[in-house]
């Protein structure tokens, strides 16, 4: 996949189940996912570092969304980076058939319950990025 914004990005997801033969120093948990390999269309990554008090709500939070998809998603994933010298990361991959799915979909109810965790301060670290299909 590439990535849209910084087109020089390149990132490989691996949906298969099976064992890697790739090497990457950054090791991904599945915590949820409802996310089908065989998708069309493009990937929009979010990571979000928050402090103790806010992880809980965040976890039950992203639980919530993959477990209830809306019909403008394809499937979602939420991952913990396992790292043992960094706080909690936790990840959202949610795919989408098109950019228009996917910019409705953060006008969406379901995506506003994230707000509050994609403002950037001292309590929260967030990144996002979409990334496209090279094929």
């Known amino acids: 996949m590439q990535a849209s914004v910084h087109s020089n990005k390149l ?3 691996d949906f298969s189940n099976e064992t890697t033969i790739f090497k990457s120093p950054v090791k991904l948990t599945v915590l949820g996912e409802k996310l089908n390999s ?3 269309g493009i990937l929009y990554y979010q990571s979000f570092q928050v402090d103790n ?14 477990n ?14 396992d790292s043992k ?3 909690t990361t936790l990840v959202l991959l949610s795919a ?5 799915d996917l910019m409705a979909w953060k006008k969406s109810d379901s995506f506003k319950q994230l707000d509050s965790f994609t403002r950037r301060d ?3 670290t967030y990144y996002d990025e979409v990334y496209r299909s090279e094929m």
């Open 85 to 87: 010298a960094e706080s």
């Open 122 to 124: 001292p309590n929260n």
């Open 11 to 13: 990132a490989l997801f």
């Open 38 to 40: 065989n998708y069309n």
């Open 96 to 100: 989408a058939n098109d950019f228009d």
């Open 68 to 81: 209830n998809s809306t019909s403008l998603i394809n499937g979602q994933a939420f991952l913990e980076v």
């Open 53 to 66: 008090d806010h992880q809980e709500v965040l976890y039950n939070t992203l639980n919530k969304i993959v």
